[in-house]
């Protein structure tokens, strides 16, 4: 099973959290709890991992725990705005570079050598052809630039690990890191192209990247 009984119960309350955050951004009253509740998801992930992380390998757990520890303190950074992948606050994105180089280096270390992944690998340059084209052509993002060019291509590099990583792990640790990556990227896709939706995409930025993280820590903890 992917969830045992313990992480079910951590899974449960993890979504209780989110729901708070995602409630509370709908009202300006509840703004002081909306501050509080996105960064204590990424807080209540890293708090859960380090009590669970026995068993886990040595390499695992730096990587993890940097991961986490960064993009909480991003969070921190960005916490007045829902941009998680903000560009304007030079320190945050830092930070959440840091988290994301952290898991390409946790995931390239559990890769399967003997998968070279050259259709995937092709796959991924052009979504991130198609992603720059789009920038380009229409304008949606007027702050693209080369900071954020580094996050998309952390982002398919932890995506492309995530995918190497096949037939080297338990069936349910793939699933769930694979599903978080492409969770990351979503998230990162609707942050850029928000100024274009006519809609809040607050849900559909926080909702994905706050469940990634929820993918990673679970996927990890059943790669033994």
């Given at each position: 099973m992917v969830f045992d009984k313990v992480n079910k119960s951590f899974g449960i309350l993890f979504l209780f959290i989110l729901l708070i955050e995602v409630i509370s951004n709908?009202?300006?009253?509840?703004?002081?709890?909306?501050?509080?509740?996105?960064?204590?998801?990424?807080?209540?992930?890293?708090?859960?991992f380090y009590l669970r992380r026995d068993g886990v390998k040595k390499i695992s757990k730096i990587c993890l725990l940097i991961a986490l520890g960064s993009a909480f303190i991003g969070d921190i950074l960005l916490s007045k705005e829902i941009s998680i992948f903000r560009l304007e606050n030079n320190s945050g994105m830092i930070f959440h570079s840091l988290a994301h180089l952290s898991l390409v280096v946790l995931f390239y270390n559990k890769?399967?050598?003997?998968?070279?992944?050259?259709?995937?690998?092709?796959?991924?340059?052009?979504?991130?052809?198609?992603?720059?084209?789009?920038?380009?052509?229409f304008q949606y993002n007027t702050h693209f630039s080369l900071e954020n060019l580094l996050q998309l291509i952390l982002i398919l590099m932890i995506i492309f690990f995530s995918i190497l990583r096949k037939d080297n792990v338990p069936r349910d640790s793939f699933i769930l890191i694979l599903s978080g990556?492409?969770?990351?990227?979503?998230?990162?896709?609707?942050?850029?192209?928000?100024?274009?939706?006519?809609?809040?995409?607050?849900?559909?930025?926080?909702?994905?990247?706050?469940?990634?993280?929820?993918?990673?820590?679970?996927?990890?903890?059943?790669?033994?």
């Open positions: 709908r009202s300006a009253e509840l703004s002081t709890i909306h501050t509080v509740a996105m960064p204590l998801l990424l807080a209540y992930l890293f708090l859960f890769r399967n050598i003997k998968t070279k992944g050259y259709n995937y690998l092709l796959l991924l340059f052009i979504i991130g052809g198609i992603y720059m084209y789009l920038n380009y052509k990556s492409l969770l990351l990227l979503s998230s990162f896709m609707f942050l850029s192209f928000r100024k274009f939706l006519e809609f809040n995409t607050h849900d559909l930025i926080m909702v994905p990247y706050s469940l990634s993280f929820l993918c990673f820590v679970t996927g990890i903890l059943k790669e033994n």
